[in-house]
């Protein structure tokens, strides 16, 4: 039972343009969310999060958009540039719990 | 000066044998954890301990027994190995209600 999905297992954009990353979840127990970047044979790497009382949050050329109502998040990263390329996995959690929940990732090659 | 690190960062090993992974924190952190990112990719958690007080532990075969000997150190030992153990283990830890640091991953393979 996937809690948090990540329908496109890949994404290729050009450099300079804007990458969009998508990830819906199931559970409305969510509060709090995160994106995670993966290179190849390191760990994942914390990258922004978003509290379920916003629906906004920026970070230089990263921004997460959370949509409640449809239990759909995106991660926007503009302008995107070719070290972007990696894999990004969204999580969540629940409030109280130390359990986050991910998605099963999609992997973005940005192109020069 | 490595925020969380695992050893070894492969392992190669027989059916039933037993082996250990070890993990260590150098940022003060309380929470640690253990995950499997198997075939499919898929990370999940398998356990989790607080302050060396185990607070997750999510369906997994009791083969697979994690030991905190402080809070900087949460060790992962697994016995009677299994070809379906083969996978990619990362430890991270938090502070509670935060994001959660990684380390490089342990690439197991069974034979």
């Known amino acids: 039972d996937q809690q948090v999905k990540q329908n496109s297992p890949s994404l290729s954009v050009q450099e300079g343009r804007i990458s969009i990353l998508n990830c819906d979840y199931t559970?409305?127990?969510?509060?709090?969310f995160l994106w995670y970047k993966k290179y190849p044979a390191e760990g994942p790497t914390f990258l922004i999060s978003?509290?379920?009382?916003?629906d906004k949050n920026e970070d230089g050329r990263f921004t997460v958009f959370l949509n409640k109502s449809a239990k759909h998040l995106s991660l926007h990263i503009v302008p995107s540039q070719p070290g972007d390329s990696a894999v990004y996995f969204c999580a969540a959690i629940q409030g109280g719990s130390e359990k986050l929940v991910f998605g099963k990732g999609t992997k973005l090659t940005v192109n020069p | 000066d490595t925020a969380v690190s695992q050893t070894p960062k492969y392992l190669v090993t027989q059916m039933g044998n037993d082996k250990s992974i070890k993990c260590e924190q150098n940022?003060?952190?309380?929470?640690m954890y253990w995950y499997k990112q198997d075939s499919k990719k898929f990370l999940k958690i398998m356990f989790s301990?607080?302050?060396?007080?185990?607070?997750i532990n999510e369906t997994v075969p009791n083969r697979f027994s994690p030991k905190s000997p402080d809070k900087a150190h949460l060790n992962l030992h697994i016995n009677s190995l299994e070809l379906g153990d083969s996978a990619v283990y990362f430890c991270?830890?938090?502070?509670?209600?935060?994001?959660?640091?990684f380390g490089p991953g342990t690439r197991l393979t069974v034979t």
């Open positions: 559970n409305s127990m969510f509060d709090y």
């Open positions: 301990y607080n302050n060396k007080e185990l607070i």
């Open positions: 978003i509290s379920s009382i916003k």
């Open positions: 940022l003060g952190h309380d929470t």
């Open positions: 991270a830890s938090s502070q509670r209600m935060n994001e959660q640091y």
